[in-house]
């Protein structure tokens, strides 16, 4: 399980490397493909052959001109309007054809959440049960806050309980009870300090949940941004993770 691209191709590498180190059966992708980094068709390419399920993000449908940028950051905005220039029609045709939100083996998919699938950013126990309360499957993934993290809703005895924390790498979940809503973090731009990518491995038999991160090269990342002449900042805060 991969969410959250944007457009940074030696994070997407990274991570497809360890994923291939394992065993998996699918690759599902939870959106936001483009946007952000300097290298959208190369991703895009990487992520229409080997996932078997893409969703589309706030920024794929931005560049796709279906949302309006003026509720985006100035950086995010620039990088839209530079990827508008600099795409390849391929890559808006496969944005074109993806949903931002899907279902698969019994479990929701959703780019952002079950109540906003677009632009929802679920990071509070708040928001995570009303997400859970309109969720129609018991576990639903979500991205698009590019923090990796987890909620919870376990009934003990007659009480539920709502748990929710951020996930570390190698963290694990149990999954065999309750509601859940899990979001992976981002490959290509992480913001929990954690500067590493992230991804996710889901054992849909067991019930389990295997959070990982993986070094890439941010420095080329970083590169590739700056060359671009995209906004600094957007090279910087890969560095910190942030």
């Avoid at 708040?126 to 909620?151: K, P, T, Y």
């Avoid at 970083?222 to 002449?229: K, L, M, R």
Wanted: glycine residues 8%; proline residues 4%; negative net charge.
């Amino acid at each position: 399980m991969i969410t959250d691209i944007h457009a940074n191709l030696a994070a997407l590498e990274a991570v497809l490397e360890a994923i291939d180190a394992g065993e998996t059966d699918e690759l599902w992708c939870l959106g936001d493909v483009i946007g952000y980094g300097a290298e959208p068709d190369a991703c895009a390419d990487l992520v229409r052959e080997r996932c078997n399920t893409c969703l589309v993000g706030n920024h794929d449908l931005a560049v796709l001109g279906a949302l309006e940028i003026s509720a985006f950051s100035e950086a995010a905005a620039e990088a839209v309007a530079w990827t508008r220039e600099n795409v390849a029609e391929r890559t808006l045709d496969f944005l074109r054809d993806l949903d931002p939100a899907a279902q698969r083996d019994g479990i929701g998919l959703f780019h952002a959440s079950p109540r906003d699938p677009v632009w929802e950013y679920v990071l509070s126990g708040e928001q995570a049960d009303a997400c859970l309360n309109v969720q129609a499957e018991r576990i639903g993934l979500i991205g698009h806050s590019h923090v990796a993290l987890f909620f919870s809703r376990l009934t003990n005895g007659s009480k539920e309980h709502l748990h929710g924390a951020q996930a570390s790498d190698g963290a694990k979940l149990d999954l065999g009870s309750g509601s859940w809503l899990v979001n992976p973090g981002s490959v290509g731009q992480p913001r929990d300090g954690d500067p590493r990518a992230a991804w996710l491995m889901l054992d849909t038999e067991e019930q389990m949940a295997h959070f990982h991160r993986v070094p890439y090269d941010v420095e080329r990342a970083a590169q590739s941004i700056a060359t671009a002449g995209l906004p600094q900042r957007l090279a910087d805060r890969l560095y910190a993770g942030q």
